[in-house]
């Protein structure tokens, strides 16, 4: 792809690794991020549209700068990241947060219109969690039995659909319970990044539960004693609990959807979330704009990140990302 991105796609890993140098037992944001201070001359509008994964995180974000910024007036708009582009496209929102990377269509919609690419700034790092209700016993599962439960194509590999919870290992009461499948929609980046990660670009089954929003997901597998559902982490809540995966059926035990699990390799659906701009590549960006990534790209920024149940960007990556956007 063509999309002006501040990472290779090959970094992630080590993005993730220098993430994991600074969480313990529990997330700690990266001590050499540098500390946001206030400037003058920032003031206006601040639109945002696009991923409802990174909807709580942006309002979280802008609460944040308006401490600095208290006459900014914020308009957040969690549709999908599928939205995002557009409204880049059209110049009706200033940031396009998004839980993928931009495809070559909607990076084609842009050049046209503007003349350049669009700019992807990774902001941060996500873990995709399975759900299953709170009172589901069952220990794990491997990516092909993801996607065997999931798709209609079981392109990861395994032999047999799956549609009953005894085809799990599980037994009583569990055995012959049919499983209820909740997703997002296809305007979500969360779908896109299941699809191809856990369903190896494989198609969903007729039967899921398609979901206009995470919390949608997480609700109807609340609700559902034999429902599963996949969503940012960030979602979790008391009523579901998030499972433990592995790559394939080689090896022993399952790996948690957390930091050091995510950083290792161990646990497969990890990400880059992004926020998508317009930014001209012989300009520099507005206050607004320019602020706000300095902003969420420095220790305050990213401590909210962890606040929200997100894995923090290491200063290695920032620093990065601040020298391409021109804002160190």
């Not at 990266?30 to 696009?50: A, C, H, Q």
């Not at 070559?104 to 842009?110: I, T």
């Not at 960007?313 to 020298?323: D, F, G, I, K, T």
């Amino acid at each position: 792809m063509k999309v002006t991105s501040l990472l290779k796609a090959g970094a992630m890993a080590a993005a993730v690794t220098a993430a994991a140098g600074a969480a313990a037992q529990t997330v700690q944001v990266d001590p050499n991020l540098p500390i946001y201070e206030r400037v003058s001359g920032v003031s206006g509008s601040l639109t945002s549209i696009g991923s409802d994964t990174l909807n709580n995180l942006m309002a979280l974000w802008v609460e944040e700068f308006r401490t600095f910024y208290p006459n900014v007036r914020p308009q957040i708009r969690g549709t999908g990241t599928g939205t995002a582009p557009p409204a880049l496209v059209e110049g009706t929102s200033s940031f396009g947060p998004m839980s993928r990377g931009m495809r070559d269509s909607e990076q084609a919609s842009f050049e046209q219109r503007h003349g350049y690419p669009p700019t992807l700034v990774p902001v941060a790092i996500d873990t995709i969690a399975v759900f299953v209700n709170r009172d589901n016993p069952i220990e794990g599962m491997t990516i092909p039995q993801v996607d065997a439960v999931f798709s209609s194509t079981r392109r990861c590999g395994h032999g047999n659909d799956i549609t009953r919870w005894g085809q799990l290992g599980m037994t009583g009461a569990w055995a012959n319970r049919d499983i209820t499948l909740y997703s997002r929609n296809a305007v979500s980046g969360t779908y896109g990044f299941f699809r191809q990660h856990a369903l190896c670009d494989g198609d969903f089954k007729d039967a899921v539960n398609e979901q206009p929003g995470s919390a949608s997901v997480v609700q109807g597998v609340t609700e559902s004693l034999n429902g599963i559902g996949y969503s940012g982490i960030g979602y979790e809540t008391a009523g579901v609990r998030a499972l433990p995966l592995r790559r394939d059926a080689e090896g022993n035990g399952f790996f948690e959807p957390n930091a050091e699990n995510a950083a290792s390799g161990d646990y497969p659906l990890a990400r880059f979330l992004y926020l998508a701009v317009n930014k001209h590549p012989e300009r520099p960006m507005a206050p607004l704009e320019r602020e706000f990534l300095r902003l969420v790209l420095s220790k305050q920024g990213q401590e909210v990140t962890v606040r929200d149940g997100f894995i923090p960007l290491p200063e290695s990556v920032a620093a990065r990302q601040r020298a391409t956007l021109g804002i160190n």
